[in-house]
């Protein structure tokens, strides 16, 4: 090959084992060419086997003496010595030593997961039959007694001190900061730490704790610099100091069992230790509600627990290079992000390669004509007694052998049978041309060769497959489909075999899943044919021989059709390439159905008239050395292994001293292209030389399904360049180059040749992406093959045919390559030697393309396995894949551990894997993970099926022990973080005018004039104030039903007219005057279940001039907790009176209810026995900006927030929703809502009074016991108008999903409703009002009614659907606008697109605008902004804010600094814009709608970009069927997500990964930590919103309990 010369020659050592080959560059190269990469013209040295013999051997010796007390450290773990270092050299190990010397002084920072200790010890279900001894050995596994001193092997567990015995820990990425904000960043490239003496690590003390802030500081500049000193000390003493081992944050002292109510969850975690002081009464009142622990103040004013600390310092420390400046988020450049083009790449110089071509095929005389040929010549000639199979049993005694004349009458009688009778009972018959499966065991070969050429012979097709053994083998789903695909309806197997098929209890075979109906035919005791009848007549070339699976990366199952003339052309080359000669012994361990196997033991084999001896697995298990023992015995001159059984072989040393390898003349590696495949051979070459092995015996050769054999070394290693190795540096093949690396380099990889190409062949190498353009010769690309030896099609797949079977090489200037052949895509990659040498560096289903550098799963296994094999990894049983997330790949490792490793050893290996792979071959992994031994899913012969290990790794099934996350590390390709241009500032006025220029609307919108809704007779008849229009009500319409009050049975509990109401009202009055004592002005707290009494309470405050606060009873079931809630509340609203009833009452004082502060309740009145007196009057109030009453809750973000609503405004939100909503008092309006606060306490108490209309009264504790309850009434009463929460409308779709056809029948019609609001605070769900809506139309509830409200603290009632108002608006925005505070409309399905619904419309009265929260001025309608509102119905002010910092004193009074800067409105808190709709209102106007995107406090701001937490939580929620509710928010710039596992916990740590890579997908951001919980711990409050802020304090106060909490890195 003169092409190859130009770029490598060879120099050949003779008399040796090898010819070592050095690839030298071309010295034509320019000069500032040679000074830019490293000269490779330097010669390795040559690789004697002798030397290396001698190299073993001392290393054996050295063992010997100096290693025997590692080996007793290693014995107490393993007692034997397995399978795992045939991945191993001592190059590999060297390498990874010295990558993790360089981190052996790192400081132990990077943070344990925490886990629960039941955790630990939980099992799987489907993991008991895994662990039994019957299945603990597989195929790449042996139990063996004694060790191989010179494999290499032990020094992968020796090392220093340092390295064995000190926790090495990751070093941790870096993260830049942009404008003073973002998330961890992370990029490639690794700085090296010089490490200290070892005696600084003992001197090292631990890291004081930060001194709260002083009261001595007088001023801001010294606080500052106070801070600023402390902030910078604290991270030079971590620098140089290690941690003390942190605190668990999975402790919990309050038992973590009681799981509260859901209704009751926002004042959960307690534990408040007595006579704790605060600086401050606000401080100390917000510790009371939130029960924080009396540490809990330090730097920031938060409890941060140590492990959070100790990942924020890992991340803080540079690592790898800075992101990439200037992206922006869009997908193309997420995409170029994700390949970037390295300028200092290496690039391939060679010349474009020509043709390998093998040498002429030379067909020897005497072969048969055809393979069926071979079985009638040899079984008819009087050599018809000569074995053709022995198989060894497990005894090893040669139990069952096979002659040529017995497999000539077998073979014909099936093949009779098969074409007449089919099993002798008539159930059908195959034609010529059919496909069958072939089902036979691995211990069944001599039935497998007779059913196989008699399938041959009587023109069938066989399709040889596995055994199932269970209805959900891995895979064999897959071969159904193979089975299906191919037509295949008859399924050949053995008695015994057949026994061991899973049965139904009816006898017959289970249905496999994805399999077609098979006829099972026995091919044992048939009827021999009679004698005149003749084997059907041979069929054409051209047709179908056999089909062979072939299985891709990812797992699907294809069949690769060989025709009967290229498994002819297959035989005479292969006798051609090995000698194969009449009468030779075989020797074969692989699987005979596939590949090599069946190649060579099933068709030369008999093509050549040959006696193969099989040894199946179970045997080799048993005994390691029964191959070498039958070669001894039988003199065998083949034996057909792989590099496993090579070094199995080295194992059993007891065995070595009887056997002799003199008649070997071709060892046939059929794995000669795996890397570890050149240390296995090394090794056995050097132990059994002194045996009789030739060196010239050991023949490496390189496969695939569709391309047959590739490549053969030929025995006897005839000709100049018969052999040939190369040292290459891995960098270069990782860009696709080869490059020659030097000898003793720690970054290299060996390789050695897989032979020449077959005789009659020709071999190209073409590029592996796009058009198939030939490749140079210094580049690695796949290998295709040309001949007459190569597979035809992939049954029924035309287009994959074309794609693999028909590939046509093109030149680099698109013009095809001389001659018509068409090759055929091995899957293999690597290039083309001197002399036709052929070089395999990896396959296309292991390659890893990360960052646009190119990684094969075999290199990183045996990287893995160098990290300490013998400890950790169980029997070396490893799968390594890639899994795509954010344009790009990402590197997933899973392996099971060793049951003896506790769970600090299995993180700190993990830890040192992560450091290795990253040293060695610059990228990092993804994911690590840990599985229980025996727990990956197995392929037929005991290896691990990776495809299926892959799917239940990403379906969450796969149910890891341990799992370490590095997006950090590993993902580059962010978007670009959102800069704050400081220099160029851009004020709110030259925005205003941006817009204006540009065409952009003003977000404005506002409601129907309110001055003239109202009949003005009827305005001056009605009383002005909320407590006279009770008293006209009950004077004019005095037996009106008011409220009715139902129960969780639909009956009526109460009810009342407004006459009655009325009178309860004043009774109340009287007692709080009686006993009372009340003055006007007073604050009466109300602590009342939902009921009229509530009501009555209300109103009797009213009347006598007090404020009435409503709160809401403490839970029997959980006391504790929300009796601090109501004290709290009580307290801070400076009631002086407490209305409530007997029962709550004795809540109140029971023994449980405990309070640190020791204060005794205020005087307490009973309102059950109300004196029966009247009022002398009722109270007036003088104007209508006095207080009505106080309106308390906690809001989401964690405030407890009390307003003041006046009784001018309470008297304008009632005439709002009667406008609104048409309520009169002929209507009946249901209510399934909490009375106590917002905009449930106005409809619940206010609304049927000012309206007259009858409400229905339904508590949503009620409905919680009957789900039906809300719609049977709401059916019963023909109610028009129905409000409910996102609690009830939940319990209803999930309660009820079922009972639709029951609830029809029970004549349940939701016909009548008008409108269905959800009253809320946040953003409209629209998932589930969708769902509610589609399921409930079944009873004839139209899509039309349902809608939403939304309303917040400053205003309870901004939006409300009203009845003649236009249907809700749906708008899908891009929601990597929102991000940047853009809305953008995109279309319904668009990529990253999000739904949002419309939240009502505004009420009468009601002006909104968007204005920008920091600036104040007004956005457009493409701008996101905070919602201000204006109306007569806003509440006067905060009476109080708890846990706030200052900053909402301007809530109530805020001015546009643009446009109308005179007004005055109120700030929401919430984020939304204005979209004008095609809607045409009632009074002819466009409809402007308000869309709600999430509440202001809570949104996370990551890299400068906005993030809404429901957002997250949708994606978090799509994960995984188990989690039930989720909840996000941030912590230092680390976004935490909080899951509740409805699951075993075992389970918990399957959604680590899933959530990291949703996330990560869809939202372009990292998530920090992971909490998997219990359910019921997200609180959530009354109506139905997560506390996001009271489970941050939980979770950062270590009283959440977690499951398990993961950090990822």
């Known amino acids: 090959?003169?092409?190859?010369?130009?770029?490598?020659?060879?120099?050949?050592?003779?008399?040796?084992?090898?010819?070592?080959?050095?690839?030298?560059?071309?010295?034509?190269?320019?000069?500032?060419?040679?000074?830019?990469?490293?000269?490779?013209?330097?010669?390795?040295?040559?690789?004697?086997?002798?030397?290396?013999?001698?190299?073993?051997?001392?290393?054996?010796?050295?063992?010997?003496?100096?290693?025997?007390?590692?080996?007793?450290?290693?014995?107490?773990?393993?007692?034997?010595?397995?399978?795992?270092?045939?991945?191993?050299?001592?190059?590999?190990?060297?390498?990874?030593?010295?990558?993790?010397?360089?981190?052996?002084?790192?400081?132990?920072?990077?943070?344990?997961?925490?886990?629960?200790?039941?955790?630990?010890?939980?099992?799987?279900?489907?993991?008991?039959?895994?662990?039994?001894?019957?299945?603990?050995?597989?195929?790449?596994?042996?139990?063996?007694?004694?060790?191989?001193?010179?494999?290499?092997?032990?020094?992968?567990?020796?090392?220093?001190?340092?390295?064995?015995?000190?926790?090495?820990?990751?070093?941790?990425?870096?993260?830049?900061?942009?404008?003073?904000?973002?998330?961890?960043?992370?990029?490639?490239?690794?700085?090296?730490?010089?490490?200290p003496h070892p005696m600084q690590q003992k001197q090292q003390q631990p890291l004081p704790p930060i001194p709260p802030h002083s009261n001595r500081l007088s001023n801001g500049e010294d606080d500052e610099r106070t801070r600023r000193e402390l902030s910078e000390m604290t991270d030079l003493m971590r620098n140089i100091t290690s941690f003390p081992q942190p605190p668990d944050v999975t402790n919990n002292t309050g038992g973590g069992n009681n799981r509260p109510p859901r209704d009751d969850r926002i004042t959960r975690y307690s534990g408040l230790a007595p006579g704790r002081q605060s600086s401050s009464d606000s401080d100390g009142w917000r510790d009371a509600l939130y029960n924080f622990p009396e540490n809990w103040r330090g730097t920031g004013r938060w409890k941060v627990s140590n492990k959070i600390q100790q990942l924020l310092n890992t991340l803080k420390r540079p690592k790898r290079r800075p992101l990439p400046e200037f992206y922006l988020d869009d997908e193309e450049d997420l995409e170029i992000a994700a390949n970037?083009?390295?300028?200092?790449?290496?690039?391939?110089?060679?010349?474009?390669?020509?043709?390998?071509?093998?040498?002429?095929?030379?067909?020897?005389?005497?072969?048969?004509?055809?393979?069926?040929?071979?079985?009638?010549?040899?079984?008819?000639?009087?050599?018809?007694?000569?074995?053709?199979?022995?198989?060894?049993?497990?005894?090893?005694?040669?139990?069952?052998?096979?002659?040529?004349?017995?497999?000539?009458?077998?073979?014909?009688?099936?093949?009779?049978?098969?074409?007449?009778?089919?099993?002798?009972?008539?159930?059908?018959?195959?034609?010529?041309?059919?496909?069958?499966?072939?089902?036979?065991?691995?211990?069944?070969?001599?039935?497998?060769?007779?059913?196989?050429?008699?399938?041959?012979?009587?023109?069938?097709?066989?399709?040889?497959?596995?055994?199932?053994?269970?209805?959900?083998?891995?895979?064999?789903?897959?071969?159904?489909?193979?089975?299906?695909?191919?037509?295949?309806?008859?399924?050949?197997?053995?008695?015994?075999?057949?026994?061991?098929?899973?049965?139904?209890?009816?006898?017959?075979?289970?249905?496999?899943?994805?399999?077609?109906?098979?006829?099972?035919?026995?091919?044992?005791?048939?009827?021999?044919?009679?004698?005149?009848?003749?084997?059907?007549?041979?069929?054409?070339?051209?047709?179908?021989?056999?089909?062979?699976?072939?299985?891709?990366?990812?797992?699907?199952?294809?069949?690769?059709?060989?025709?009967?003339s290229a498994m002819l052309a297959h035989c005479r080359t292969l006798t051609s390439a090995c000698n194969y000669t009449e009468g030779e012994v075989a020797v074969c361990v692989l699987d005979f159905k596939r590949e090599v196997g069946l190649w060579h033991s099933m068709l030369c084999s008999v093509f050549n008239g040959m006696h193969v001896i099989f040894i199946p697995y179970s045997v080799m298990k048993v005994n390691p050395a029964s191959w070498m023992q039958m070669i001894t015995r039988f003199k065998a001159s083949i034996a057909i292994v792989k590099s496993r059984d090579l070094h199995w072989g080295l194992l059993a040393t007891k065995d070595h001293k009887d056997v002799s390898l003199q008649s070997l003349r071709l060892l046939l590696v059929a794995d000669g292209a795996n890397p570890w495949s050149l240390s296995s051979c090394d090794q056995f070459l050097a132990v059994f030389q002194s045996k009789g092995l030739r060196p010239d015996a050991i023949c490496p050769c390189a496969s695939s399904p569709e391309a047959l054999t590739v490549s053969v070394r030929r025995p006897g290693h005839g000709g100049a360049n018969a052999v040939g190795r190369g040292v290459l540096s891995m960098q270069g093949l990782s860009f696709g180059v080869v490059r020659v690396d030097q000898e003793n380099s720690l970054t290299s990889l060996t390789l050695q040749d897989c032979g020449q190409v077959l005789p009659g062949a020709m071999i190209v190498v073409i590029k592996l992406e796009g058009v198939p353009f030939l490749c140079r010769t210094d580049e690695v690309g796949e290998i295709c093959v040309a001949g007459g030896a190569v597979g035809d099609q992939y049954w029924g797949l035309q287009g994959m045919t074309n794609n693999t079977f028909k590939v046509q090489p093109l030149l680099l200037d698109s013009t095809p390559m001389n001659g018509t052949s068409t090759y055929v895509r091995t899957g293999l990659l690597g290039f083309l030697g001197p002399g036709g040498l052929v070089f395999v560096c990896g396959s296309r289903d292991g390659l890893m393309t990360v960052t646009g550098r190119k990684h094969n799963t075999?290199?990183?296994?045996?990287?893995?396995?160098?990290?300490?094999?013998?400890?950790?990894?169980?029997?070396?049983?490893?799968?390594?894949?890639?899994?795509?997330?954010?344009?790009?790949?990402?590197?997933?490792?899973?392996?099971?551990?060793?049951?003896?490793?506790?769970?600090?050893?299995?993180?700190?290996?993990?830890?040192?894997?992560?450091?290795?792979?990253?040293?060695?071959?610059?990228?990092?992994?993804?994911?690590?993970a840990l599985v229980p031994p025996n727990h990956l899913p197995k392929t037929p012969l005991g290896g691990i099926?990776?495809?299926?290990?892959?799917?239940?790794?990403?379906?969450?099934?796969?149910?890891?022990?341990?799992?370490?996350?590095?997006?950090?590390?590993?993902?580059?390709?962010?978007?670009?973080?959102?800069?704050?241009?400081?220099?160029?500032?851009?004020?709110?006025?030259?925005?205003?005018?941006?817009?204006?220029?540009?065409?952009?609307?003003?977000?404005?919108?506002?409601?129907?004039?309110?001055?003239?809704?109202?009949?003005?007779?009827?305005?001056?008849?009605?009383?002005?104030?909320?407590?006279?229009?009770?008293?006209?009500?009950?004077?004019?319409?005095?037996?009106?039903?008011?409220?009715?009050?139902?129960?969780?049975?639909?009956?009526?509990?109460?009810?009342?007219?407004?006459?009655?109401?009325?009178?309860?009202?004043?009774?109340?009055?009287?007692?709080?005057?009686?006993?009372?004592?009340?003055?006007?002005?007073?604050?009466?707290?109300?602590?009342?279940?939902?009921?009229?009494?509530?009501?009555?309470?209300?109103?009797?405050?009213?009347?006598?001039?007090?404020?009435?606060?409503?709160?809401?009873?403490?839970?029997?079931?959980?006391?504790?907790?929300?009796?601090?809630?109501?004290?709290?509340?009580?307290?801070?609203?400076?009631?002086?009176?407490?209305?409530?009833t007997l029962t709550v009452i004795k809540l109140l004082k029971s023994k449980e209810e405990k309070f640190d502060s020791g204060k005794k309740w205020a005087p307490i009145l009973d309102t059950d026995d109300l004196p029966k007196k009247r009022l002398p009057s009722i109270y007036k109030a003088p104007t209508p900006e006095m207080i009505a009453y106080l309106d308390f809750s906690v809001s989401t973000t964690g405030m407890l927030a009390g307003i003041k609503m006046s009784h001018g405004a309470a008297t304008s939100l009632c005439l709002s929703m009667k406008v609104a909503c048409e309520l009169y008092p002929s209507?009946?309006?249901?209510?399934?809502?909490d009375p106590y606060c917002g905009l449930g306490l106005a409809l619940w108490v206010l609304s049927s009074v000012y309206s007259g209309h009858q409400s229905i009264l339904i508590p949503p504790g009620e409905v919680e016991l009957n789900p039906s309850l809300w719609l049977s009434a709401v059916s019963q009463y023909k109610v028009r108008d129905t409000f409910c929460s996102y609690g009830v409308m939940e319990l209803c779709t999930k309660g009820l999903g079922s009972s639709i056809t029951a609830l029809k029948q029970r004549g349940v019609n939701l016909s009548c409703v008008r409108t269905c609001v959800v009253v809320a605070e946040e953003r409209p769900r629209v998932q589930l009002t969708s769902s509610f809506s589609k399921l409930f139309s079944g009873l004839?509830?139209?899509?039309?009614?349902?809608?939403?409200?939304?309303?917040?603290?400053?205003?309870?009632?901004?939006?409300?659907?009203?009845?003649?108002?236009?249907?809700?608006?749906?708008?899908?925005?891009?929601?990597?606008?929102?991000?940047?505070?853009?809305?953008?409309?995109?279309?319904?399905?668009?990529?990253?697109?999000?739904?949002?619904?419309?939240?009502?419309?505004?009420?009468?009265?009601?002006k909104v605008v968007i204005a920008n929260p920091d600036t104040k001025g007004q956005c457009s309608d493409s701008h996101l902004g905070e919602i201000w509102v204006q109306c007569n119905h806003n509440a006067s002010g905060y009476f109080t804010v708890y846990g706030d910092d200052g900053t909402s004193n301007d809530h109530f009074n805020a001015q546009l600094v643009t446009g109308s800067t005179g007004e005055v409105y109120a700030r929401t808190g919430y984020l939304g814009f204005l979209r004008r709709t095609e809607s045409v209102q009632a009074d002819g106007e466009l409809h402007d709608a308000v869309f709600v995107v999430g509440a202001l406090d809570e949104t996370v701001i990551l890299r400068g970009m906005r993030y809404h937490p429901i957002d997250i939580e949708m994606t978090v929620m799509r994960c995984h069927k188990k989690i039930s509710e989720c909840a996000v928010f941030s912590w230092t710039n680390l976004l935490v997500v909080v899951v509740e596992l409805d699951g075993a916990e075992y389970e918990a740590l399957d959604l680590v990964p899933l959530i990291t890579s949703s996330v990560l997908e869809e939202h372009q951001v990292i998530v920090g930590v992971i909490v998997v919980v219990d359910p019921g711990v997200v609180p959530i409050n009354s109506r139905g919103e997560k506390q996001r802020m009271h489970l941050r304090d939980g979770f950062l106060a270590d009283q959440l309990d977690p499951i398990y909490v993961a950090y990822n890195m």
Request: glycine content about 8%; proline content about 7%; aromatic content about 6%.
């Open 1340 to 1406: 004839g509830l139209s899509p039309r009614a349902v809608s939403t409200s939304f309303g917040c603290r400053v205003n309870v009632a901004i939006c409300l659907q009203g009845a003649s108002s236009p249907d809700p608006t749906t708008v899908f925005v891009d929601l990597r606008s929102l991000r940047h505070d853009r809305v953008t409309l995109v279309e319904r399905g668009a990529p990253h697109s999000l739904c949002l619904m419309e939240s009502g419309k505004l009420l009468p009265g009601v």
């Open 858 to 928: 075999d290199d990183i296994i045996a990287t893995v396995l160098a990290v300490e094999p013998m400890k950790f990894i169980y029997r070396g049983r490893i799968a390594v894949f890639s899994h795509k997330v954010l344009r790009d790949e990402r590197i997933c490792v899973i392996a099971e551990q060793r049951p003896d490793c506790s769970e600090e050893e299995s993180f700190q290996w993990m830890s040192r894997v992560l450091q290795a792979v990253d040293s060695i071959h610059q990228v990092g992994i993804y994911c690590l």
């Open 1227 to 1233: 209507r009946v309006v249901a209510l399934c809502l």
């Open 945 to 1140: 099926h990776l495809s299926e290990t892959r799917k239940k790794f990403l379906e969450g099934s796969l149910h890891p022990a341990n799992v370490l996350m590095c997006p950090h590390t590993c993902v580059t390709n962010l978007p670009k973080p959102r800069e704050v241009h400081h220099g160029n500032y851009v004020g709110p006025a030259s925005v205003m005018v941006g817009n204006l220029v540009q065409g952009n609307r003003l977000a404005s919108a506002q409601g129907r004039d309110m001055g003239l809704m109202d009949d003005e007779d009827g305005m001056r008849r009605h009383p002005q104030f909320i407590a006279d229009i009770l008293k006209w009500r009950a004077s004019t319409t005095e037996n009106h039903e008011i409220l009715t009050l139902l129960n969780s049975k639909g009956q009526v509990a109460t009810s009342l007219t407004c006459a009655q109401l009325h009178k309860k009202a004043e009774r109340v009055g009287c007692l709080l005057l009686e006993k009372g004592h009340i003055n006007t002005g007073d604050h009466v707290a109300l602590i009342y279940p939902p009921g009229v009494d509530l009501i009555a309470a209300f109103y009797g405050c009213l009347y006598v001039g007090a404020v009435p606060v409503t709160i809401r009873p403490p839970h029997p079931q959980n006391l504790q907790s929300t009796v601090n809630t109501v004290r709290t509340v009580v307290d801070v609203s400076k009631s002086s009176i407490i209305l409530s």
């Open 340 to 564: 970037p083009k390295d300028p200092n790449a290496p690039k391939p110089e060679g010349m474009v390669m020509t043709p390998a071509r093998g040498e002429q095929l030379v067909i020897p005389a005497g072969l048969p004509r055809s393979v069926e040929d071979a079985v009638y010549r040899y079984g008819s000639s009087s050599g018809y007694k000569a074995p053709v199979a022995t198989i060894l049993d497990a005894n090893g005694k040669l139990s069952v052998s096979l002659t040529y004349g017995k497999l000539l009458s077998r073979s014909q009688k099936m093949a009779y049978n098969l074409l007449t009778r089919l099993g002798g009972r008539g159930e059908g018959n195959v034609m010529p041309g059919d496909r069958v499966a072939l089902v036979y065991p691995n211990n069944d070969p001599v039935s497998f060769m007779c059913a196989f050429y008699a399938c041959l012979q009587a023109g069938l097709v066989p399709v040889p497959i596995e055994v199932p053994l269970s209805r959900r083998d891995a895979g064999s789903q897959q071969i159904g489909f193979l089975l299906g695909s191919c037509g295949v309806s008859v399924a050949l197997t053995s008695e015994a075999c057949f026994k061991g098929i899973p049965k139904t209890s009816a006898g017959e075979v289970v249905s496999f899943k994805g399999w077609p109906k098979l006829t099972w035919f026995i091919t044992d005791h048939l009827p021999k044919p009679p004698k005149d009848w003749q084997i059907p007549p041979r069929h054409s070339d051209d047709s179908a021989a056999y089909i062979e699976y072939s299985t891709d990366k990812d797992g699907s199952v294809k069949g690769v059709v060989v025709t009967r």
């Open 1 to 195: 090959m003169t092409t190859m010369t130009a770029w490598m020659k060879i120099r050949r050592s003779r008399g040796k084992r090898n010819s070592t080959m050095t690839f030298q560059m071309v010295t034509s190269r320019r000069k500032d060419t040679r000074k830019r990469k490293r000269d490779f013209s330097s010669p390795m040295s040559p690789r004697d086997p002798s030397q290396a013999a001698s190299h073993h051997a001392a290393l054996h010796a050295h063992q010997q003496s100096g290693g025997a007390s590692s080996r007793c450290r290693r014995s107490e773990h393993r007692s034997v010595t397995t399978h795992e270092r045939r991945y191993l050299s001592e190059v590999r190990q060297e390498a990874v030593k010295e990558a993790l010397a360089q981190y052996q002084s790192r400081p132990k920072n990077l943070p344990l997961p925490s886990k629960r200790s039941s955790v630990m010890t939980a099992r799987s279900p489907d993991r008991h039959h895994r662990d039994s001894d019957s299945e603990d050995s597989d195929e790449d596994s042996v139990t063996a007694e004694g060790s191989l001193g010179s494999s290499g092997g032990h020094s992968g567990s020796q090392g220093t001190p340092e390295v064995t015995r000190t926790p090495l820990l990751l070093p941790p990425p870096q993260v830049p900061s942009h404008s003073g904000m973002g998330t961890p960043g992370s990029s490639s490239g690794s700085s090296h730490h010089t490490p």
